[in-house]
């Protein structure tokens, strides 16, 4: 009981076994041997799972089989931290684990976390903060969102839409927009539109 409450606790919270692993300082390989019974975690952890999980320790040694259910209906679901994006120019978007987050949304498989990094959002977004990304092909003029340029290059900007043009407009003065007309638009692709950002890391 104790290996399937971790493994459908860990899903629910959206994280994969490394990003737990990383949580709880131990190698992916014990998050494994956890949960399919090889091994157990001693006390501490399970108060430590427990706690990470906002469960009881009976919950996960299943003497409680309907606590997780009435605790969690009113939680916010997990957005997962798919990866990183450079507020900047000349960085690649990375898909990375980097666990996840929870966020007062809708239909939560359609929004993820990127992690912001540069200082081209500055001051309004800083170097660390976690940027919360709807999925969507196209946003409104003067909305902010994530792009690819080429296919590759990340990047997060305000997107400016003019004729014939479409310009990736930085908050921080020290940076340039970049400046895309007619067919070099087909260069860019929008991720999706960020609706909200905190400070994380």
């Known amino acids: 009981m104790l290996a399937e409450r971790i493994k459908e606790l860990r899903k629910r919270a959206g994280l994969t076994q490394a990003a737990l692993a990383q949580t709880v300082g131990l190698s992916q390989q014990a998050i494994g041997k956890w949960e399919t019974g090889y091994s157990t975690p001693d006390p501490e952890m399970i108060a430590f799972l427990a706690r990470l999980f906002h469960v009881s320790a009976d919950y996960l040694l299943g003497c409680m089989p309907d606590e997780f259910s009435s605790e969690s209906e009113n939680q916010d679901p997990q957005i997962p931290?798919?990866?990183t994006v450079k507020a900047g120019y000349n960085a690649l978007a990375f898909e990375e684990d980097h666990g996840a987050e929870p966020a007062t949304v809708n239909n939560p498989e359609e929004y993820f976390y990127l992690i912001v990094r540069g200082s081209s959002m500055e001051p309004r977004i800083a170097n660390g903060d976690l940027a919360l990304v709807h999925q969507q092909p196209d946003v409104e003029n003067g909305e902010l969102a994530v792009v690819l340029v080429d296919g590759e290059e990340g990047t997060l900007k305000k997107i400016i839409k003019e004729d014939n043009a479409v310009i990736l407009q930085p908050f921080n003065p020290k940076?340039?927009?970049?400046?895309?007309?007619?067919?070099?638009?087909?260069?860019?692709?929008?991720?999706?539109?960020v609706v909200e950002t905190r400070s994380k890391w």
């Open 81 to 83: 931290i798919i990866g």
């Open 175 to 193: 940076y340039e927009p970049l400046v895309f007309m007619g067919e070099e638009i087909n260069r860019l692709t929008i991720v999706g539109k």
